[in-house]
């Protein structure tokens, strides 16, 4: 393979990578400074509103972190299982060896 092809394909899929990095650590901190501005100027101006909401959004804190965990296990597993099936594909003989009509004489 000719080397100005490897470095192309290389920097592209680097620079997927990083933008993937960098939008994993600058979504969340912008949703979570957009909450904090939002709380705090709903305290400012209606302060039970802002408390009864507070209650009601708060066990999201918890749920959202085990069904994620739950999903990043799933997640995984399914890959696992992929990987495995892929080994298992690319080390089988040829399907042609298993058709019932192969032609007489043939090696398989």
Known sequence: MDEGAVVSM???ETEK???FAGAAISGPLLQIGTLCVVLGYMFYIEPLVASI??????????????FQARLNR???KRRSRCVSWAISLSTMPSLTCWTS???????C
């Not at 909401?53 to 085990?66: D, E, G, M, T």
């Open 101 to 107: 009509r192969r032609p007489p004489g043939s090696p």
């Open 74 to 76: 799933l997640a995984g």
């Open 17 to 19: 990578l990083g933008g």
């Open 10 to 12: 290389l920097s592209s």
């Open 53 to 66: 909401a507070l209650a009601l959004y708060s066990p999201q804190f918890i749920i959202v972190p085990l």
